[in-house]
Nanobody, 122 residues
Framework: QVQLVESGGGLVQAGGSLMLSCVAS????????MAWFRQAPGKEREFVAT????????EYADSVKGRFTIFRNNAENTAWLRMNNVNADDSAVYYC???????????????WGQGTQVTVSP
């Protein structure tokens, strides 16, 4: 089955940029929607961004719209989240998810990565 591995997290200064990667193995993702979610300590998991299988449709949470970009390369089985102009509220563990159906709900995604920590410093 599909396995997802995130990378690219770390410490970044407020106002800076970061690029998260999600590499899939165990099956082609060409027909899968991809998404990014995040969860901060004491908070519920929240939707960040999603992209359909052919990159025709993308949706973003209002909190990241205009700052974050999701994109993918199906030939490489990889999706990315480019994070620009980050702020303290962006600090969280970021998770990559995949499923055959596009959704804004984490409950609809069957495959998940282990997460990568993003910490924004003042």
């Amino acid at each position: 089955q599909v396995q997802l591995v995130e990378s690219g997290g770390g410490l970044v200064q407020a106002g800076g940029s970061l690029m998260l990667s999600c590499v899939a193995s165990g099956g082609s993702l060409i027909m899968y929607a991809m998404a990014w979610f995040r969860q901060a300590p004491g908070k519920e998991r929240e939707f960040v961004a999603t992209i359909n299988w052919d990159s025709e449709h993308m949706e973003y949470a209002d909190s990241v719209k205009g700052r974050f970009t999701i994109f993918r390369n199906n030939a490489e089985n990889t999706a990315w989240l480019r994070m620009n102009n980050v702020n303290a509220d962006d600090s969280a563990v970021y998770y990559c998810a995949a499923d055959r159906k596009m959704s804004l709900s984490g409950d609809d995604f069957a495959f998940w990565g282990q997460g990568t920590q993003v910490t924004v410093s003042p």
